[in-house]
Nanobody, 121 residues
């Protein structure tokens, strides 16, 4: 079973920075794209950013220019560097994939447990 484990969340003042990490188990990390989503209280989960196996990145308009997604294949880790944080960035942040190839099967809609980011004004 492939597992995604997020960390790095916490409480930060507006204008501050945090770096989230997502460690993925298994041996096929480098052939899979990974995404970050977030879910604010009372809202649906929303896409934040993603990075392909080749390193191509995409961002939601609300975070473009402030957040940076990156990956370290040697560590099976995807990062989300978040700068210039705003109170509206407060949410639980999840990493995962719509489709994740494990080498034997493809997992659909697989996600971690999330890490809470709280931005105070």
């Amino acid at each position: 079973q492939v597992q995604f484990v997020e960390s790095g969340g916490g409480l930060v003042q507006a204008g501050g920075s945090l770096r989230l990490s997502c460690v993925v188990s298994g041996e096929t990390f480098d052939v899979n794209g990974i995404a970050w989503y977030r879910q604010a209280p009372g809202n649906q989960r929303k896409w934040v950013a993603d990075i392909s196996a080749g390193g191509r990145t995409n961002y939601a308009a609300s975070v473009k220019g402030r957040f940076t997604i990156s990956r370290d294949n040697a560590k099976n880790t995807v990062y989300l560097q978040m700068n210039s944080l705003k109170p509206e960035d407060t949410a639980v942040y999840y990493c995962g994939a719509d489709d994740y190839y494990s080498g034997t099967i493809t997992y659909r809609d697989i996600w971690g447990q999330g890490t809470l980011v709280t931005v105070s004004s």
